[in-house]
């Protein structure tokens, strides 16, 4: 099956700094990556997805990078702010047809931000 | 996420209770999902269910079951056989399967604690 391994487990930065998660998936047949955001006793939110016939998105200050010869994606946050702390969760979902693992998704352990004013 | 709802906010099982966790949408989504969550830990599916009337086990099925008789419900039972079901469950839906149908909508969650 899936494998998502997601680093660092803890990131702290300055207001305004930019930070980056990065995350590796094993299984090729994964074309779907989205990140979510999870606030203390909240559901997670999706916060931007990136597909695998695209390199790189960008939601003004979120950006997700996609390099599938090498099964890793990562977030950055540019221009950090307090409310961006939270733990953020990366995640590979497999593609397929009805009656495989399709839609499945396999989600990292979350990475825990922390933006210092 | 508005269109998903879980009930209750809070549940207490005492043992070798089988308890009943909620979720219903109203989004017209086909596929729905379960997730457990344990404190500072990724979500770990349960099950999920990719149509009406069908569902497949996820990586950590034992001592959980599910249904699927109605597009909008997805209950998720725990059973006394889950040893350690103290948790943050979560449930999920997505339009479909398919390309482009999977982003994943959350409801608020179901905190069960063991009595």
């Known amino acids: 099956g899936e494998n998502v391994e997601q680093h660092p487990s803890t990131l702290s930065v300055q207001e305004g700094d930019s930070a980056v998660i990065k995350c590796t998936y094993s299984?090729?047949?994964?074309?779907?990556f989205p990140w979510y955001k999870q606030e203390l006793g909240k559901r997670p939110q999706l916060i931007i997805d990136i597909r695998s016939n695209v390199g790189e998105k960008k939601d003004q200050r979120i950006a997700v990078t996609l390099n599938k010869t090498a099964k890793h994606f990562s977030l950055h946050i540019t221009e950090t702010q307090p409310e961006d702390s939270a733990v953020y969760f990366c995640a590979a979902t497999t593609g397929g047809s009805y009656n495989t693992n399709a839609g499945k998704s396999t989600f990292g352990d979350g990475t825990t931000l922390t933006v210092k004013p | 996420d508005g269109g998903i709802t879980q009930s209750p906010k809070y549940l207490f099982r005492k043992e070798g209770q089988n308890v009943t966790l909620s979720c219903e949408q109203n989004l017209n989504h086909d596929a729905m999902y379960w997730y457990r969550q344990d404190p500072g830990q990724g979500l770990r599916l349960i099950y999920y269910s990719q149509i009406v009337n069908d569902f497949q086990k996820g990586d950590i099925a034992e001592g959980y079951s599910v249904s699927r008789e109605k597009k909008e419900s997805f209950p998720l039972t725990v059973t006394s056989a889950q040893k350690n079901p103290t948790a943050f469950y979560l449930c999920?839906?997505?339009?479909?399967?398919?390309?482009?149908?999977?982003?994943?909508?959350f409801g608020p969650g179901t905190r069960l604690l063991v009595l």
């Open positions: 299984d090729s047949a994964s074309n779907y």
């Open positions: 999920a839906s997505s339009p479909g399967w398919r390309a482009g149908e999977e982003t994943q909508y």
